[in-house]
């Protein structure tokens, strides 16, 4: 080989080394962004982690979505919202971070801005007695944690399963114990008003983890503050229902008996009892051939309080039993499945939820000859294909997507590709941003763009945004390999040159 050829070939095997370098060097600086905090500790968590038989195994299922349609679940943001009306809640925990409902009438300022009775519920409401008593800044946390703990485990359980639904978050009462016995300390009134604010301000799903045996409990009548109206909870839960299109879930109660426990087993109501890890139910679950469903109740961890610890959890975590924390595992599927559809009439999804030919097999009391049904990971994939077939669900091939590349502080336009019949609206991250035809911005994270025309999602662009720091160092390192490599190869040739020269 001449000296010209010898040249050449390095040069060419030089250019294709570098190249290689900056493929795979590249793709380790992409940095991606998504709304679910998928790290957290709950998705260790049997009831939402991967391969449970019993559980729900909800990152597969949100695979499940975004491969059937459109909705990304882990991206895109969604406008239901979930009322837990419990104990109050610890806005302060880092996992509800930019989950909680906002009432845009109201401000922090000791004044009822919009007129509903409330002052300064911004993020929620307080509807006990403490109420009276001024305890209004502090009215979600509830004061202490061995108060808010319950209702902020029940919230932590809707998010893991719908992590871009909005926690509206409303105390009602307290837990205590009689006789080593959880009983119910959530007064009809405080739950009456609780219901009737979660309905008027835009509830799509109504979350009662509390409950007696009592039935006097919920249909006695109580005068309500706002219009001196009487309501028994009843009758609250009915207004929520038929006439605002709420979906209510309730709790089945702990005493492990076959009997009524409201407000679970009031009209209107989808009543759940707890399952364990073998899809059994869990043995102080109560239980009725006539409820509705089970979901796991047992060993389920969730977020408790921000410097909460419990033994055999991380600070702020902890693992409870009960039905209630078997309730919001289906409002939080309910939530699911109302912001892939964009359906939000309650009855529209309970009869989705609680389709027997849908659901898997329970053995309700744990004997034989007797069963009801769970819902559970099996169950929700055949909920789910239900859904996309009987519903207008864009599919991933009906829609234009298109991936582009930018850099920081770099302002682009994006046009729309087709023309369509209505107003195009421009949705950055899930937040409506423009209408017409094009939008300008200045992306700083990675960003899903959608242009949704009539509510349909017609386009959608990846914009994957990189550092010029990122772009320095991604050249640096592939030149640096560049030259490591280019040194090998040509001491590799020098040798076999060498070698053949003392060989001549």
Known sequence: MDRKKSTNFIFCFTALIVITAVVFCYPFFICYNAYAVTNSPIYS?????????????????????????????????????????????????????????????????????????????????????????????????????????????????????????????????????????????FDNKSVVEAILYAANNGADIINLSFGTMKKGYVTEKVRISADNSQYSIQDAINFAVENCGAMVVGAMGNSGKSVDFYPACCDNVVSVMASNEQGKRWLSSNYLLQADIAAPGYNILSTIGSNVSTEGAPTGYGVKNGTSMAAPYVSGVAALLMSITGVNNGRDIVGYITDKNALSSFDYANTLGKSNVLLDYKACKKILDNVIDGEDIPKPNDIYSQKITCYDNEKMTINIKYGYEGEAEWYNNGELKNVGYSYTFKPTVNTLIEVRVNGILVEAYEVTVKSYEELILTISLSVVGGIVLIGGVSAICVYFYIKKKRSI
């Open 45 to 185: 968590s049997w009831y939402v982690g991967q391969n449970e038989p019993y559980g729900l195994n909800v990152k597969s299922l949100w695979k499940d979505i975004k491969n059937k349609t459109t909705y990304d679940v882990t991206y895109q943001k969604s406008d239901v919202v979930v009322a837990i009306i419990d104990s109050g809640l610890d806005v302060n925990h880092s996992y509800f971070s930019g989950s909680l409902w906002t009432n845009d009438k109201e401000s922090a300022n000791g004044i009822d801005d919009d007129g509903n009775g409330v002052i300064d519920d911004i993020h929620g409401a307080n509807f006990t007695t403490s109420r009276y008593n001024g305890d209004y800044k502090d009215c979600m946390t509830g004061g202490t944690a061995s108060q808010y703990w319950h209702g902020t485990h029940v919230a932590g359980i809707v998010k893991s399963i719908a992590p871009n639904v909005k926690i509206m978050p409303i105390r009602a009462g307290v837990k205590s114990r009689s006789s080593g016995e959880v009983v119910c300390s």
